[in-house]
């Protein structure tokens, strides 16, 4: 039989476009041919049951800093990806900043692809970046295939990638909109910044980064994009604030989209130490009636999709011994633990896998334009598989970790959700704590073959 499958994945919770069922799925080299019930599996076709777990399409994350090349001490395409397959992550999008060079230019484009070979262990795109002064390289970088083009409105953490300002802007959106191709905002004006001498309180530094920030960005990339009509795309939002005023935009039909991450969504303000700076991010964590209103847009509709942020860095940035916040990196490590975060939440709040499979798979695989080939179990999709039981829980601890630098603020959590086996179009890639295959991982460019 020239299109007999080469084996099926069979279990009682297979999440599917149609919603949850019994079901086997026929994989054939690097596809899904078929998704059927149990009892129409071919004949002499072998059979992996997992009985009772969650088969789920593999996790799309479309927001991680990878670092590689030139931070490679903070992460690199092994362990970033090695991360990511053991959390049920199959394709992720890295960003165009805290490498070095940044990917501001097609050279350092091509530099970072040049950086992954051998060492992905799941499908990985790349975003350009806009900064000033780089109008000249949109055309190239986008013609050479990045999904989207990321920049700041407000200091992003290193000098290479300095902010811009609305004529930037302004100027960009007309050559992105010849490409088709989103604007993905660091959404934060920085204005009335709260002075304080003692940045050792979470309180004090949270003052330093104020919902107006995000509120006032947020407004005018509404305006913009109501002006250019060219798609344009928030991430990470923290602030709440602007959820009614960005559902109103949405349904004038502008092309505007939304993420938020799970340390928004799982962490509050009130519960974090003094002094911690595991949490430090920006924008920051906020108050627990402002991440219930997150979750509220979730589930409206309102905010697309979910993404990790995992924004690492060495431990010795973080200052910890001195508690700091100002002095220490922002950013949240977490690649690994976003479907247990996530789904822990769901479980308290009554939420369904077909939420979470929209949140984490299909919606930010249409971001990106693969909505045809990742996200969803069906035919003709690349058989990209996470296996999970949703019923056992683990403890976060340095020893389970796989990306780079251990320090995160989910240490000592006890979470839902155990990635059991993950898929890589067709290939299994990660089962029971140990990585099964070489690095496999493609890498996937704009209208490009992957």
Known sequence: MPHAPDFAV??????????????????????????????????????????????MPGLVDVHVHINEPGRTEWEGFETATKAAASGGITTLVDMPLNCIPVTTTLDALNSKIASTKNKLFVDCGFYGGLIPGNLNDIEPLAKAGVLGFKTFMSHSGIDEFPKITEENIRKALPILAQ???????????ENCIEKTENLQTYKSYLATRPKSWENEAIKLLIQLCREFQTPIHIVHLSSSDVLTEFAQAREEGLPLSIETCPHYLHFTAENIADGDTRFKCTPPIREAKNREKLWQGLQSGTIDFITSDHSPCTPELKKMDEGRFEKAWGGISSLQLTLPVIWTECINKGLSLNQLTNWMCSAPAKFIGMDHQKG?????YDADLVCWDPDSTFLVEPAIINFKNKLTPYEGEELFGVVKRTYLRGNKVFESGHFVNDPIGKTILRNHAT
């Open 10 to 55: 069979t279990s009682q919770k297979v999440v599917t476009p149609e919603g949850e069922r019994a079901a086997a799925v026929l994989i054939k080299g690097e596809k899904i041919l078929d998704v059927v019930s149990q009892h129409n599996i071919p004949e002499g076709c072998p059979v992996e049951d997992v009985g009772n777990d969650v088969v």
């Open 179 to 189: 490409h088709g191709i989103s604007l993905l905002v660091h959404a934060e004006l």
């Open 376 to 380: 969803q179990i069906s035919l003709g």
